[in-house]
Each structure stands twice: as C-alpha cells, then as structure tokens.
C-alpha cells in the first residue's frame, strides 16, 4: 500500500541530502515533490517517485 502526501519538499532543513546506499524510499505526492539544492541517490539506492512532479533546472 502506497501513501500519497499532498505536497513533498526535500532540502532546506538542516538534513543530509544523501540517501544512504542499499535503502528503498517511495515518495508519493497528489500535487507535488519540491527538491531544494542538492539531493543525491547513489547506486545502489533506489528512489521511485510518484505524483505530480515536473523536473527543471534553476
């Protein structure tokens, strides 16, 4: 079972912005997945996302 979050941000809390390697973590979301500064999925790890998510550049 999936569980979906209105809105997911990522960054800009004091946090590592690493995912550790050999870790699964689903992010879903209805309206969207905000990914502030660097954020690092290294091999090894895997990251699905879900939801309404538009990829950009700054």
Do not use: H
């Not at 979050?5 to 050999?22: D, H, M």
């Amino acid at each position: 079972m999936k569980r979906y979050f209105k809105k997911i941000t990522i960054g800009s809390g004091g946090c590592g912005n690493v995912q550790p390697t050999g870790t699964t973590i689903g992010l879903g979301a209805v309206e969207n997945i905000t990914i502030i500064g660097n954020f690092e999925v290294p091999l090894g790890a895997d990251l699905p996302i879900d939801g309404g998510v538009t990829c950009y550049d700054e």
